[in-house]
């Protein structure tokens, strides 16, 4: 019956309301921090108000990067070029140094070279390269298009500990046409060029907007507990796609949602962040920083919206969700699409400032193109953060399904008497992980009372879904999610975000991992095993004292 209950709600979702608003967005320009954003937002939350939710705008202080002019010369002839933000801006006279090209073979010492990559620009490049002591990157674009990043390696604003983490290498990219012209000239003799790139960063004001709608009152609930749908307001140019679509799918959501409010067992806030594109995430991380405890206590999940219904994003099946929402991932697009959610580990990106609170998250991306469409990456085509991302590169139809998608998800969220996290499919993904790797572990390192341990944490989760009462069990759920989901999404500082960078399967079982694929590892990295072998034991004895309580 709930199923049915969604499905029919999902039909509620109009094409015609979700271009109206995108048409609207994409009038603006929204590079973070600027007045053009905060008009387009108050736009937004306008739009919001309407609806009948309340809404607020806050100030967040986000070290925002964005990128001027750049050229490369090379000999005699002058490259089109863009930098990048965070990267550092050169001298006004140019950056002149060697080249060094590793994909080559012409690498060796990188100190004070600059070095030809062939990829679109990233964080782990920017960290690669500036470790290295290099003091420039060109990168070659895969194709003719030139695509703008943020390559801070360092999650939201800096502090004082990750300054040092900041790209240090003047960073540019050129079209892959460039790129083989350059190594043509480099194959002919010429062994330096200048980089000219111009990046403006700094402390800004950026704005977040909160548009909240609360549950009815109800015995056994409580009236503070909330769901969360997030997606960032910022963009490279005019950003239909990423991430006007985003906004336009939040307020028909909010439209539909609030419709059935008499069913929500909890509440519903939006939030509308800037510094995604321009500060590696600096709103949402700013706005957890401000508001930890307040998260800790109330947030039930997040549900991140990001660069939905694409023209040709026909592919469904790598919606991105962890082990615990999993279930609510696959019933959705089942239930909206007919397709089956093969699923996909939730990637470090789309503002997932969270999983330090201890907050299950996800989506992101609902929908992709299909991988021959284009070989060489990004899932939301070509146009994905280049001037190309206009109107005319969504699909209404796709947008109402990807919209259609998210709300089957939130009306599941927000309607079941026990909030949907099976943590016990968790504890099987670790169970599995951890017998992967024991057999081939040191007596030492002994996995049995982990993996008993994981397995009576399964168990009692189970059986709390299989109870006749759900009502207050959201007291249950929500201490296991505080404890499980930095365990398993982060390396265990749950107050200072893990690098921007990729993040291993199960960070706190790297280590343990190393040790077993490597007889020979170092002491040292069996003293980091032995101590997350602690940690996770530690977490795994708070889970069932939870559910033994």
């Known amino acids: 019956m709930a199923q049915e209950t969604a499905m029919t709600a999902a039909t509620r979702v109009d094409q015609g309301r979700l271009m109206a608003h995108l048409r609207a967005l994409a009038g603006w320009v929204k590079l973070s921090g600027s007045a053009e954003e905060r008009e387009s937002l108050r736009h937004v939350e306008a739009a919001f108000r309407e609806i009948g939710f309340a809404t607020r705008i806050e100030a967040e202080h986000g070290f925002i990067s964005l990128p001027g002019e750049a050229w490369l010369i090379a000999g005699n002839q002058r490259i089109p070029a863009i930098t990048h933000s ?33 990829s679109i620009a990233t964080p782990a490049a920017a960290d690669r390269y500036g470790r290295a002591g290099a003091a420039g990157v060109i990168h070659v674009s895969p194709h003719e298009h030139l695509h703008q990043m943020d390559i801070s390696p360092v999650w ?17 990219t050129i079209s892959d046409a460039d790129g083989a012209r350059l190594r043509e000239m480099l194959a002919a003799g010429l062994t330096e060029v200048t980089l000219h790139a111009t990046v403006e960063t700094g402390w800004r004001d950026i704005p977040t907007l909160i548009a909240e709608a609360r549950a009815p009152a109800r015995p056994g609930f409580s009236p503070d507990h909330y769901v969360m749908v997030t997606g960032h307001h910022d963009t490279w140019f005019e950003g239909v796609m990423d991430n006007g679509t985003a906004q336009a799918g939040m307020l028909e959501l909010a439209r539909v949602l609030l419709a059935g409010r008499d069913q929500w067992k909890r509440g519903l806030r939006f939030y509308v962040w800037s510094g995604h594109s321009h500060g590696r995430y600096a709103g949402s991380a700013s706005y957890v920083d401000r508001n930890w405890h307040e998260l800790e206590t109330n947030c039930i999940a997040n549900l991140n919206i990001d660069s939905i219904g694409a023209q040709g994003a026909s592919v469904l099946a790598n919606v991105a969700s962890p082990a615990e929402l999993q279930g609510v991932a696959a019933r959705a697009v089942r239930a909206v699409t007919g397709q089956e959610l093969i699923g996909a580990r939730q990637q470090r990106n789309c503002d997932m400032s969270f999983w330090g609170v201890g907050i299950p998250s996800m989506f992101g991306l609902v929908s992709e193109l299909p991988a021959e469409d284009p070989p060489w990456g990004p899932p939301c085509g070509y146009w994905w953060h280049t001037e190309h991302d206009t109107l005319d590169k969504i ?42 790797i024991a057999r081939a572990l040191p007596a030492a390192l002994d996995l049995r009372p982990a993996l008993a341990l994981a397995e009576t944490v399964e168990t009692g989760v189970a059986r709390l879904f299989e109870a006749d009462k759900a009502e207050g069990l959201d007291t249950v759920l929500l201490p296991l999610a505080r404890i499980l989901v930095p365990l398993s999404y982060t390396y265990g500082d749950r107050f200072t975000p893990d690098p921007a960078l990729p993040l291993p399967y199960w960070p706190l079982l790297q280590a343990l991992t190393v040790v077993a694929s490597d007889p020979g590892a170092a002491q040292p990295v069996r003293i980091a095993a032995r101590r997350d072998l602690n940690r996770l034991e530690d977490a795994l004895r708070r889970c069932v004292a939870i559910l033994t309580a």
């Open 86 to 118: 965070h990267a550092p801006s050169t001298p006004a006279g140019g950056l002149t140094a060697t080249v060094a090209d590793p994909g080559r073979g012409a690498a060796g010492d990188l100190t004070g070279r600059i070095v030809l990559v062939d």
């Open 395 to 436: 699909d209404p139809a796709l947008l109402a399904r990807d919209t259609q998608i998210c709300q089957h998800a939130l009306e599941e969220l927000l309607h079941a008497d026990l909030p949907p996290l099976r943590f016990d499919a968790l504890m099987a993904e670790l169970r599995a992980r951890l017998a992967g």
């Open 156 to 172: 939201g604003s800096p502090d004082s500990r990750s300054l040092d983490r900041l790209p240090r290498a003047a960073t540019i």
